[in-house]
């Protein structure tokens, strides 16, 4: 059974960091694309971040600079750094893994950016 699980969410004042964890069971981690997601409230989901499964990068225009992804292959987990956190970033985010049409996602979690 596959199974990702996100945690690091919560509540953080504007100009804060998070750092998000996506741990991953059931499926060949190293093989797999990892991405997050988010949706807004009333909005639909977006990217956020993407890493290959050979470490390349892509990142949505509005974290770029300030979000950074990354995956530790031996721990089946990934990350999201979030730095100089906007209350636009206030969003439910998830993890996804795709290959080849394989397609996981993560239950969420929520981040709320607010004074």
């Known amino acids: 059974q596959v199974q990702l699980v996100e945690s690091g969410g919560g509540l953080v004042q504007p100009g804060g960091s998070l750092r998000l964890s996506c741990a991953a069971s059931?499926?060949?981690?190293?093989?797999?694309?990892m991405g997050w997601y988010r949706r807004a409230p009333q909005k639909e989901r977006d990217l956020v971040a993407t890493?290959?499964?050979?470490?390349?990068?892509n990142y949505a225009d509005s974290v770029k600079g300030r979000f950074t992804i990354s995956r530790d292959n031996a721990a089946n987990t990934v990350y999201l750094q979030m730095n100089s956190l906007k209350p636009e970033d206030t969003a439910v985010y998830y993890c996804?893994?795709?290959?080849?049409?394989?397609?996981?996602w993560g239950q969420g979690t929520q981040v709320t950016v607010s004074s």
């Open positions: 996804n893994a795709e290959l080849g049409g394989w397609d996981y």
């Open positions: 059931g499926i060949i981690f190293r093989r797999y694309d």
């Open positions: 890493i290959t499964s050979g470490g390349s990068t």
